[in-house]
């Protein structure tokens, strides 16, 4: 609901807390047809570890023959914990979204 306020045009979809699973990546491809999708869980840990990292970068390497995928990780403690990467306002959220982790 937040990315309703935005300026930028809302092309969100929520999950079930952070999962994200082959139903979920079906649902997706057979009504939005994404050309990259963007994993933007909310920030689980202080300070930034490999394990969530690592979970992030995982999912995306899963179905990455699907779509592009990247994901939003706080490298600069923008966020604090539990925040979504909207929860700070839109100049936050397109900072996290220019310094995104793209999956190659």
């Known amino acids: 609901m937040q990315m309703e306020s935005f300026q930028r045009p ?4 929520a999950v079930c807390g ?5 139903h979920a990546l079906k649902i997706l491809i057979q009504n939005a047809h994404p050309q990259e999708i ?22 995306g390497r899963k179905y990455q023959n699907y779509a592009d995928f990247s994901f939003i990780y706080d490298r ?5 914990l539990k925040d979504s990467p909207t929860d700070k306002g839109e100049e936050i959220f397109e ?3 220019r310094k995104r982790v793209r999956i190659k």
């Open 10 to 13: 809302n092309c969100s979809a």
């Open 38 to 59: 963007i994993i933007c869980f909310d920030k689980e840990e202080i300070p930034p570890k490999d394990e969530y990292f690592n979970r992030l970068y995982n999912i």
């Open 95 to 97: 900072k996290l979204l």
């Open 76 to 80: 600069e403690g923008l966020l604090d």
């Open 18 to 22: 952070s999962q994200f699973n082959k």
